[in-house]
């Protein structure tokens, strides 16, 4: 079963982990996926704002090298711009200078990750069984989405399709 631990509900089958920020497309997309599956979802990552992903680079990070490996290289294997990744370990690499460092490649519009365009969103699998993740993978690329399974931390990183990548307005939800 899908571990609700911390989250709030917002109905329907879904949750979320703390504040984040949901599009109207991302809450289509991920109701969607959830009459696919007989579980609930919990989200854990929404769109993004430079601190809001340096957060989440700063726990990456720390967890690689918990586990005695290059955080750099993990990050080049996950990520599709090296440049953009060596940037942000050339520079100060605490969590007030990553944001910086991605706050600079926002403003001249290099992205390095898709939670920043607000077309990337996180799922917790922790509680779930194996042939649980392999049907929300499943009901994810069903709906147009792609996946990527990370393990540091554990989680589903899911894409959203073309035909969900509408980031007009924004809805924030969740506990502060
Ligand atoms: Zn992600």
Redesign the pocket.
């Known amino acids: 079963m899908t571990d609700l631990t911390g989250t709030t509900p917002l109905g329907a089958g879904l949750h979320v982990a703390g504040a984040q920020v949901l599009t109207p497309a991302m809450l289509d997309y991920l109701r969607r996926v959830r009459v696919r599956l007989t579980f609930d979802l919990v989200v854990t990552?929404g769109q993004r704002t430079a601190t809001a992903q340096a957060r989440?680079w700063a726990v990456k990070i720390a967890g690689h090298l918990a586990r005695g490996e290059d955080p750099r290289k993990a990050l080049h294997d996950l990520y599709r711009r090296d440049d953009l990744v060596d940037e942000v370990m050339d520079g100060d690499t605490t969590e007030a200078g990553i944001a910086q460092t991605i706050a600079a490649q926002v403003a001249r519009g290099d992205l390095l990750?898709?939670?920043l365009s607000g077309t990337?969103?996180?799922l917790r699998i922790r509680g779930l069984d194996e042939g649980q993740i392999t049907g929300l993978v499943a009901a994810c690329v069903a709906e147009g989405g792609r996946c990527?399974r990370?393990a540091v931390p554990p989680?589903l990183?899911?894409e959203l399709g073309a035909s969900d990548r509408r980031t007009v307005a924004r809805t924030v939800t969740g506990m502060r």
Do not use: K, P, T
């Open positions: 990552s989440a990750s898709s939670h990337a969103l996180d990527v990370e989680h990183h899911v």
